[in-house]
């Protein structure tokens, strides 16, 4: 199992542990923050523990029991609830009081750590974008010094600030990253498809729900509940023949050129349909984004500030295929009003692009 199921499964079980409302008559706990962060070595004191009673009032916790999925990650004092950070990865973190089950997750990072945003890039011949990536360093200053390298190749070039230029048809073929002393590997694709078939996206989201996963894409300028023609991109993780995870970029008007377009926010009340509004995948009131952990039971919708850029637009037998990359933040569903609910989602993509006819409905 690597390492983005392993988070997704520690967060969904979050969630459920999350999910003790005050109305089934037993109270809930909660704990705060839901999401922590340490280096290897560092030690944290207990999370707070919130109990609300079954009649709505808050109340003491008494004796409270810890507990951590991964004591290799994260060890935990099963008394005082003290975390200790034991090596690189993430690991939720639960207590256990008055018969109920909180959770919250820690991430725990190398003393210098590299977070890849993009393991894989996805361009086209002629496709220039940056490749982002975080990098930590526990004993600033000064901050690490970042470059980029990659082998001699064919397909692609890349400078030592991370500027990436497709070249030709190509890979996988690695780059490096290097912060001082430590260095990291991604790869690259330079795609250079010839009909409306294929179609392939890397994502990466980070905070609450952690994952770093490619798979198919496409893309659609589709007639909206409207009349008028909007755009829509969705890009799938597939597990055992499961769509498992699912990344969607709406637009109310349709993608004909290329250029940076903002991604803007929604609520879910707003993609739910009624007997009176189709959802707004089909009549979007702006652009918008959401991310799905399908089996996880995980869903977030997108805040205002995000931008997907189109860096290429080629006419193929039957349609059109796109190339483009895109950077948003979204709200978790189960942790709507928690700021700590906000994920940052990263991708890049090469996707078919057709025109449909068809009303959405």
């Known amino acids: 199992m690597n390492r983005s199921l392993l988070t997704l499964l520690g967060m969904a079980a979050l969630a459920a542990c999350g999910d003790l409302g005050v109305g089934s008559g037993r109270g809930a706990l909660q704990l705060s923050p839901v999401l922590d962060s340490l280096f290897v070595g560092d030690r944290l004191p207990a999370l707070h523990v919130t109990y609300i009673a079954p009649g709505g009032s808050p109340a003491s916790p008494g004796p409270v029991m810890w507990a951590t999925s991964d004591s290799s990650v994260a060890q935990i004092d099963a008394l005082s609830g003290a975390i200790t950070g034991r090596k690189r990865g993430s690991a939720v973190i639960t207590a256990q009081a008055q ?18 945003l993009l393991d894989t890039v996805y361009v086209m011949p002629g496709d220039t974008m940056t490749v982002p990536v975080v990098v930590l360093k526990s004993n600033n200053p000064p901050p690490a010094t970042v470059w980029f390298t990659a082998p001699s190749n064919s397909a692609y070039s890349i400078d030592s600030a991370g500027h990436i230029r497709g070249l030709a048809p190509g890979g996988p073929n690695p780059y490096i990253v290097h912060a001082d002393s430590l260095t990291d590997t991604g790869a690259v694709y330079v795609m250079n498809p ?10 990466s989201v980070r905070g609450t729900a952690i994952t770093h996963v490619g798979g198919p894409a496409r893309a659609a ?7 008028r023609q909007a755009f829509q991109l969705i890009g799938t993780y597939v597990k055992n023949g499961v769509n498992t995870q699912r990344v969607q970029i709406t637009r109310p008007d349709s993608v004909i050129g290329v250029g940076a377009y903002a991604i803007d926010s929604l609520s879910p009340a707003e993609d739910a349909a009624s007997s009176t509004a189709p959802p707004a995948t089909c ?3 702006r652009p918008w984004a959401e991310w799905f952990a399908l089996t996880a039971g995980i869903g977030s919708y997108s805040r205002r500030g995000g931008t997907l850029v189109i860096m290429q637009i080629d006419s193929v037998p039957g349609g059109q295929v796109i190339s483009g990359h895109f950077t948003f933040t979204a709200q978790r569903t189960d942790l709507y009003t928690d700021p700590l609910g906000v994920l940052s989602i990263t991708a890049s993509f090469v996707a078919p692009l057709v025109s449909s006819t068809t009303v959405c409905r």
């Not at 010839?194 to 994502?203: A, Q, V």
């Open 99 to 116: 018969g109920l089950t909180g959770g919250a997750l820690v991430v725990v990072s190398d003393t210098l750590d590299i977070t890849l």
């Open 283 to 285: 009549a979007a009131p």
């Open 221 to 227: 300028n589709f007639v909206a509940t409207s009349g």
């Open 194 to 203: 010839t009909d409306t078939t294929g179609g392939n996206i890397f994502y």
